[in-house]
């Protein structure tokens, strides 16, 4: 059975600071990960992706993957009231059609 | 990114009846994927879904019940049967990039009474 795990918050980071999501997975063969913010009542909404190791980055967010300690993160810097959602971390493994999806960890950005 | 469309956004539907869904992209795409998020919960893949190829479902999901059509590289349909309060949920179709990454359609809510 593979696995993603996910804290479910909520995590409450003040405006302006860095939120940090962490992941982990246990399937050791898996290959790609990917993050997904979710606005209550909508549909998931693709952030990034990420395939090696190290660090990627995109405007405001940073993916960090570590496969030999099974973990992918996301950082949101200068956090806005707007980032305020459910972040999803998805994981694929050797079959690269299928998705693993954590339960997600509810952000809360206050002013 | 591809854009996707649902039909219907929402229904409300007595139980032992049944409801279509469909998903339409703007694009031909490969891969389309079906899955189930019901409240407060994360995603359940119910089936994924190539052209010309019957649908390969996921373990506790069975065709006579979610039975799924892919006629053409840009649509597809969900079918929820024989509804029960339990089948409320959100349905959500998804499509898979070229770099394996999916994107979502907007989300069918379904509540059955």
């Known amino acids: 059975q593979k696995e993603v795990e996910q804290n479910s918050g909520p995590l409450s980071v003040p405006e302006g600071a860095i939120a940090s999501l962490n992941c982990t997975y246990s399937?050791?063969?898996?290959?790609?990960f990917f993050w997904y913010r979710q606005y209550s009542g909508k549909s998931p909404e693709l952030i990034m992706f990420?395939?090696?190791?190290g660090d990627k980055e995109d405007g405001r967010f940073t993916a960090q993957l570590n496969k030999a300690s099974q973990y992918v993160s996301l950082l949101i810097r200068d956090s806005q009231p707007s980032d305020s959602a459910t972040y999803l971390c998805?994981?694929?493994?050797?079959?690269?059609?299928?998705?693993?999806f954590g339960s997600g960890t509810k952000l809360n950005v206050k002013p | 990114s591809a854009v996707i469309s649902q039909k219907p956004s929402r229904d409300i539907c007595q139980r032992g009846t049944s409801l279509t869904i469909q998903c339409q992209v703007d694009s031909q795409v490969t891969m389309m994927f079906w899955y189930r998020q019901q409240p407060g919960q994360s995603l359940t893949l119910i089936a994924t879904?190539?052209?010309?190829?019957?649908?390969?479902?996921e373990s506790g999901f069975v065709i006579d019940k979610f039975p799924i059509s892919r006629p053409n590289l840009t649509f597809s349909t969900l079918t929820v049967s024989n509804m029960s309060p339990e089948d409320s949920s959100i349905y959500l179709c998804?499509?898979?990039?070229?770099?394996?990454?999916?994107?979502f359609g907007p989300g069918t809510r379904l509540t059955v009474t």
């Open positions: 990420i395939y090696s190791n």
């Open positions: 998804s499509v898979q990039g070229q770099s394996y990454e999916q994107y």
């Open positions: 879904a190539n052209q010309g190829s019957e649908a390969t479902y």
């Open positions: 998805a994981v694929n493994g050797n079959n690269f059609n299928k998705f693993y």
């Open positions: 399937d050791r063969g898996s290959q790609s």
